[in-house]
């Protein structure tokens, strides 16, 4: 009996090893299991905590379950039971061995709770993230930079994220860093806009790639609401917000749903290295022709466009995927896109070549001239 | 008949109370949460209207002295209402009959108040989609009076049956019934009136 | 005035009124009647919500899939959870109170039965309104959750919340009226010597469901008027621009979500409570504290609502307080599972079919109870909150305790409602393929909720590397369709079979002591309660009152069509805002108050 039980034992805790390592980012880059900032690696200590003791529980009752149900089965001739109807003393216990245990998780549960809404420390980057129907705007109000579904961060300093919506709740989840937590729209007040946004502060332990995505359900494409987080050393960071037209000083107190007004004297120099000059005769007839069609009217282009109602297209050869997770970043994904986006993604607010869309009329453009937008696009790195 | 057989007449139930007055306080459990919710939805949103009409303030829309006397003319109704439910008891057809009358008259007056209250707001620019305070101002003043005017009917139709003879000492248990929902709502009414009325 | 002379033998249960046809059926006021057309409807709807959730899991079973359309996806899980909350859930556990209730204490019917049937064809046409959506192809679309600001017109400007809104209000207004009385019923109702602690537990979580039920949805009927409210006319409760706060809806909703929760899963409790003993041959152990548990978790489970949203940013004080909300409900839930442990420990354990259910679902909740202490942590909640690991949590709670429990009560007191009992080799076939299916859909979605795939999705990116799991669980999700099809094919074959006698399992509780079916009057004569298990103590002595010839004569309440009647009206009334105009709902309200006037007045027998 105790050998049998020694024998299962062993076969679990091979078991579970095997699944532990079965769950690594390296096979599921959305793993809650593979923790990659100190607040994830705490909330993952503490959930495996609380998974040995449930399971611990799990284990007893369930065994408790199965021997009463094989030892007192009915047995043909034997005597009917002894009519008992509760024990005081055995009720007791057993009421008072839940409140231990669940008295056991909850001291550090409450310590992780606060752990979890620290303040920002100082030098910390600061990120608001907005969530859209159905993309994410990441704005840098230090550093002036505004980009979409990508947000770059470095790594080893704290990442202070401030999460708001433009519409609807949405729920920004970085499993790997951060937890979740919901986006609620700004909420204007008698005495102006009240700011109570939720926040989470990470601090990103290695360089890489993370995956991420809205965690409440949002609208039609909900599923297609995906983002990374590219965590890179601080040299690589610095380089980046310089790409991406910022360094400067703070951009202008922001201005909901739009970009950062363009801030002449700063973003001169910033615009000569963002708007670097394509050679290839192909992106240039395409960066002519985004200039002067509708697209601008949503877009921005670091140095070529404002447009505030769709996501920023800054540096967006850069970017792991198109529309926000629904299709890789090639060239011809991309043409597919410019051509029908609401057929990759339902309900997508752009029109597309030849189907009104978002409440604009279709943009008419060629074949090749979408094919010229595109590699122009892809061109932006 | 065997020892385990019980004498019951069709009557009984097992807390000597009715059970049409047990399930109507079960009901008006049921109610308070309801008008909890929405007492407690509107002073959620008290001061979070972007724009005016306020209730408060110099411009302030809340008359309480006429709110005043409309909550004194509900309170009434209740004594009203206490004094019926005693004749019918005591078979004074007649006390009945006045005093259900002046029950759903004092009943009808409170509505009146509220019309009035309604339309003056109305013209001062506070509609349903106006703001915040109206929204909520509105759906609870609102069903509110929906209760009083169910109440109204109700003690009109007791007040019929009294007239054709049909409400004797035996049947005091409707019109108790109907009292404690009257009741109910008067109740109900001071707590809008303290929270939403008087205190600012 | 339906008498039933002491004359007649009861068999023949000769009376004034037609006992068949579709016309008995409709104006019945029978409690048994009723009982049974709820469990038909909820059982219905089972299927309709069984229906949705393969066509989901079909959309699932890969990645990047294209079987269904997203939009559609959003439909059917909106309505899945819709449906199997308020047109199975509740209305099964509903129509297990209407049968079983009055038999547990010695009644002849409930307190109010024109009630009774007015809220079962409230429910039916409430349910049959919301299912209506999908003939415009604007079924709801936003989560059976709802949450503001998306189910604003801004944001849905179709019929689908429209639908969903007025729908739950109308199952709302029933589920109130069955609650109020249910209570009354309980109450009042009990034969003498029936003593609060002498009820079947049953019957006890029976009365604290009832108690959450008219607590709870009140609170919903005033979210739902603010929604339907602001979609018609124009208020802005939850239209953010003008300072409307989405967490209005939010903490409405879930202070009504977290009772409702306990709704569905008090009732399966109850049913197991009473079948664990019968085949223990063993009294319930440790009565008091299984009945006490169960009032303080009618009562705790109103300070925990916000345990649904720890992610939101409640702040660390309230995140704390909910958390410790949370774990202490977990403490008189555990004590119950241990009361039944103790109950068969040292029982006769008779493996019937009822009782492989019951410690199945006992297997199967605590399964969902552990979670579920994960998810009553709030940093864990940051992670696993909104993921399939959740969807995984509460259907072990509520297929592995509230399905399973339902069956468990099926197979229990089907000989009562029909007068044979259901087939044991296919309620066996029945029992495993449930756990078989249930496990392969549930287990592998708690690893997909921790390896990062949200709930509400239409489809997930390949490179999640999720692909073998979900297939696992559609395949487990067509063997579980397929358990439900085998108690169907069983209700089918069992047809007619040996008739069973008043008391074929050897229960304790008094619906046992009535022949079965029961006659209309349900007792001959009530008898009177000595014992918490009276069957157990005087069996011969109380059939021979309660069966056999009634000894005088019984009043019975008329049939009636004023419920039917009603409840077109009252379903009017919330249907019509529709039209969009003002003046509609008033006439339905108008019409409403008139037939309650003309049902005031019908002669009832009482």
Known sequence: MARC?????????????????????????????????????????????????????????????????FRFRHRPGAPPPRRIHGNNTLEILWTLGPAVIVALILVPTVRTIFRSYQEAPEGAVRVEAIGHQWWWEFRYPDLGVVTANQIHVPVGRPVHLSLSSADVLHNFWAPRLAGKRYTYPRLPGPGGERKNFNVLLFTVEEPGAYSGQCAEFCGTSHAHMRFRVVAMGERAFDDWVADMGGGGPPAAEEDPGGIEPEDDGASATAQDTVARIPSDARVEQGRALFAARPCVACHAVQG?????????????????????????????????????????????????????????????????????????????? | ?????????????????????????????????????????????????????????????????????????????????????????????????????????????????????????????????????????????????????????????LMTEAWRHRLPASRALSVEIAGLYWHFVDVVWIVIFTLIYLIE | MATIEASVPS?????????????????????????????????????????????????????????????????????????????????????????????????????????????????????????????????????????????GTAYSPGLNMDFWGLGLQILGVASIMGGVNFITTIINMRAPGMTYFRMPVFTHLALVTSFLIVTALPVLAVALFYLTFDRFWGTQFYVTAAGGNPYLWQHLFWIFGHPEVYILILPAFGIISDVIPTFSRKPLFGYALIVFSGILIGFIGWGVWAHHMFSTGLGPIADAFFSVSTFIIAIPTGVKIFNWLATM??????????????????????????TGILLGSPPVDLQVGDTYFVVAHFHYVLFGGLVLGIFSGFYYWWPKFFGYKLGHGLGLLNFWLFIIGMNMTFMPMHFVGLLGMPRRVFTYPAELNLATYNLVETVGGFITALAVLVFLLNVLRSRGGERAGPNPWGGFSLEWATTSPPAEYNFSAIPIVRSREPLWDAEEGILAVTTGEPPEPIHLPNPS???????????????????????????????????????????TGH
């Open chain 3, 11 to 151: 068999g023949a249960h000769a009376s004034s009124h037609p006992k068949t046809g579709l016309w008995s059926w409709i104006t019945t006021v029978d409690h048994k009647r009723v009982g049974i057309l709820y469990g038909a409807t909820a059982l219905f709807f089972l299927l309709v919500g069984g229906l949705e959730a393969l066509l989901m899991r079909i959309q699932l079973s890969k990645p990047e899939n294209d079987f269904l359309s997203p939009d559609l996806y959003n439909q059917l899980f909106t309505m899945h959870g819709t449906t199997m909350v308020f047109l199975v859930g509740m209305p099964m556990a509903v129509a297990f109170f209407n049968y079983i209730v009055p038999l547990q204490i010695g009644a002849r019917d409930v307190a109010f039965p024109r009630l009774n049937a007015l809220s079962y064809w409230v429910f039916l046409f409430g349910g049959l309104f919301m299912n209506a959506s999908f003939l415009f192809g604007a079924a709801p679309n936003n989560g059976w959750f709802g949450y503001a600001p998306l189910t």
């Open chain 1, 5 to 69: 039980a020694g024998r299962s034992l062993g076969a679990l805790s091979i078991g579970l090893s095997a699944l532990v390592a079965a769950c690594g980012a390296d096979r599921h880059p959305q793993t809650t299991l593979d923790p990659a900032s100190d607040i994830a690696r705490d909330i993952a200590g503490l959930q495996a905590m609380i998974f040995w003791w449930i399971l611990g529980v799990l284990v007893v009752v369930t065994a408790v379950l199965v021997y009463v149900l």
């Open chain 3, 561 to 603: 069509f004023w419920p039917l009647l009603t409840a077109a009206c009252i379903t009017a009334t919330f249907a019509l805002f529709m039209t969009n105009l003002w003046w509609p709902p008033l006439v339905g309200f108008a019409l409403t108050l008139l037939m309650a006037i003309n049902w005031a007045f019908e002669p």
């Open chain 2, 1 to 157: 008949m065997s020892e385990h057989a019980a004498q019951i007449d069709r009557h009984y139930t097992t807390t000597g109370i009715d059970s049409r007055k047990l399930g109507f306080w079960v009901l008006i459990g049921s109610e308070s949460l309801f008008f909890g919710s929405l007492i407690a939805t509107y002073m959620v949103y008290r001061g979070q209207s972007t724009v005016g009409p306020f209730p408060h303030g110099p411009d302030g829309l809340l008359d309480i002295p006429l709110t005043s006397v409309s909550t004194f003319v509900l309170l009434m109704s209740s004594l009203a209402m206490v004094l019926a439910l005693h004749a019918v008891q005591v078979s004074n057809r007649r006390g009945a009959l006045i005093w259900l009358l002046a029950t759903a008259l004092l009943g009808a007056g409170f509505l009146g108040f509220q019309a009035y209250e309604f339309t003056h707001f109305w013209h001062e620019g506070l509609t349903l989609d106006r703001n915040l305070f109206g929204a909520s101002f509105f759906i609870l003043t609102g069903f509110h009076g929906a209760h009083v005017a169910v109440g109204v009917v109700w003690l009109l139709i």
């Open chain 3, 345 to 370: 420990w040292g029982g006769s354990i008779r493996f019937e079919v009822p009782m492989l259910f019951a410690a199945g679902t006992i297997a199967m909740f605590l399964m969902g109870g552990v």
């Open chain 1, 304 to 381: 070529v466009s404002q447009g505030a109602l769709g996501p920023s297209l800054t540096r967006f050869g850069d970017r792991w995927s198109i529309g926000a997770g629904a299709l890789a970043n090639t060239q011809e994904n991309l043409e597919a896109w410019i051509e029908d986006p609401g057929a990759i993604k339902p309900e997508a607010k752009m029109p597309g070549t030849r189907v009104a869309g978002g409440g604009m009329p279709p943009t008419n453009l060629t074949d090749e001239e979408v094919a010229a937008i595109a590699a122009y696009l892809l061109s932006l790195k």
